[in-house]
Each structure stands twice: as structure tokens, then as C-alpha cells.
């Protein structure tokens, strides 16, 4: 498999068109992989549209669901896995959904690099890996720096959605959103019903449930009127 993109799922792309994806063996599709070579947000995301960002898009469920139920708005998912992020382009393709893109991608250089402030109306990050163990806390994806991040790039009224299975992970994430941003939150989340196999927002969501683990939802607000960019 090559490294170079086959569809670039792009909002004005005119490979995007559904019409255009079918030539496209599905197998074929790759991911846009810009871990060595960052691309600047407006190539990425159309102009005038909302922007959602998801950050470890895994293979891609929410996304497609998202973006199948939100036309008007444009997804964009950061994946660092070559291998997830392939599986969620070929989902993306297969759905034939022109507004959603997923690139390979570390999140947390993306969001420090590439994302402008007050760009995108929602940031999702759903069961990031905890990486518990000392020596691999780098590797987190949710730190003092990202979370400082995601609270730049949202609008002012943006939403930061933060999902997890683990508890203990759960209550060290919101401390350290409380501690060092302006967010509204956690507010609730209540758990909706699945109405078929895979009826969930993601993957993980969808293996703790069927396995009866609880899920731990966090959404937090950034307040209408913050027009601060950096930090609380
Ligand atoms: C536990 S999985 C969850 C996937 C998906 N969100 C779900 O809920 O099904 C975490 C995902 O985050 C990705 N990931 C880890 N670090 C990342 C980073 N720095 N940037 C982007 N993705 C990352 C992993 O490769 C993995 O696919």
C-alpha cells in the first residue's frame, strides 16, 4: 500500500463526488498520511462551512455517522494508525461522504501546527489509549499542552466532547480541563439506545457496551462570550 493518497476525501475534490469514488477499488484507498509533511487548514477544510475535529479517529465509525447526519457541517479526523486511518477512509469512501476527511496524523502536532484559533465548532476525542505506566505518558494524546489546544481552537460556544471507559482516566482528564481552561463542564452526557449492531458513536463505545462496561461522558462548553485564544 502506498503512502501517497488515492481519494482525498475534500470537500470541493471533484474525486469526492460520489459518483467519482465508485472507480476506486475500496481496497485501494489510503489515508492522507501528513505525519512528515503538514498541509496548511485551508487546503483542508471548505471555506464557510462548520468544522468538526476528531481527534484518534480509530476506524472511523464516528465519522461516518456524523457526517451522515450532518451534511452541512465538515469532519475532519486525526489519526495516527496508517492502518486505522486507511480503514476509516475506505469507510468514508465506501459511505460515499464528501464531507468528512481523515488524515494520519499526530493530533497533538496538528492541532499545535496546523489548526487556527476559534477555527472549528467541535473537538471530539473518544477513549484515547490512557497509557497509564510512567515511561509511556508521552505518548498521551490528551495533556496540559493539547487540552490548552483544544480550548484555542474552539469557537466561542464550541463543544470539546471527551468519552472514556476507564474512570480513573476519566477524573484526571476533567481536572486537568477545569484546572487549566475556561470550559463549562463536565456537563452530563446520558447514554442513548442502540438501535442496531452499530448504532454507537465509535468502535470502543460499541465494545464496552456490548461487554457492559460503563462509559463516562464529558461534554464541555466554551463560554459564548470567551473570546480569549490562548488558555484561561
Ligand atoms: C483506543 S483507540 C479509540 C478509537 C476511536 N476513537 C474509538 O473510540 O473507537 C485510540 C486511537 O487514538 C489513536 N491515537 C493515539 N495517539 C494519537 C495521536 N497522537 N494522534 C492521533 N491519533 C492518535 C490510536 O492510534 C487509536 O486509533
Redesign the pocket.
Same mark, same amino acid.
Given at each position: 500500500m502506498t503512502d501517497q493518497p488515492l481519494f482525498a476525501h475534500r470537500h470541493s475534490h471533484s474525486a469526492a463526488s460520489p459518483g467519482a469514488e465508485s472507480t476506486v477499488s475500496p481496497a485501494r484507498i489510503v489515508a492522507r498520511d501528513v505525519r512528515r509533511n503538514l498541509p496548511t487548514w485551508e487546503e483542508l477544510v471548505p471555506a464557510g462551512t462548520p468544522v468538526e475535529l476528531?481527534?484518534?479517529?480509530?476506524?472511523g465509525?464516528?465519522l461516518q455517522q456524523a457526517a451522515g447526519a450532518n451534511p452541512h457541517h465538515f469532519y475532519l479526523g486525526?489519526?495516527?494508525?496508517a492502518k486505522?486511518?486507511n480503514r476509516a477512509a475506505q469507510r468514508l469512501h465506501r459511505h460515499g461522504l464528501s464531507n468528512a476527511l481523515v488524515l494520519c496524523?499526530?493530533? !497533538?502536532?496538528?492541532l499545535n501546527q496546523v489548526v487556527p484559533s476559534a477555527s472549528v465548532h467541535a473537538v471530539?476525542?473518544?477513549?484515547?489509549?490512557p497509557w497509564w505506566r510512567n515511561k509511556h505518558k508521552k505518548? !498521551?494524546?490528551l495533556n496540559e499542552e493539547?487540552i490548552q489546544h483544544i480550548w484555542r481552537v474552539l469557537l466561542p460556544g464550541g463543544n470539546f466532547h471527551f468519552?472514556t471507559d476507564v474512570l480513573d482516566y476519566y477524573e484526571h482528564v476533567c481536572q486537568m480541563v477545569i484546572d487549566q481552561t475556561a470550559f463549562a463542564g463536565p456537563h452530563f452526557v446520558p447514554q442513548r439506545h442502540a438501535l442496531h449492531s452499530m448504532d454507537y #458513536? #465509535?468502535?470502543?463505545? !460499541? !465494545?464496552a457496551r456490548q461487554q457492559n462496561q460503563p462509559v463516562y461522558r464529558a461534554l464541555f462548553v466554551k463560554p459564548a462570550g470567551e473570546e480569549t485564544t490562548d488558555g484561561a
Open positions: 476528531e481527534v484518534g479517529s480509530g476506524k465509525l464516528f486525526l489519526e495516527l494508525a486505522f486511518a496524523a499526530d493530533a !497533538r502536532v496538528f471530539h476525542v473518544y477513549f484515547p489509549d505518548r !498521551r494524546v493539547s468519552w #458513536t #465509535t468502535h470502543f463505545e !460499541r !465494545r
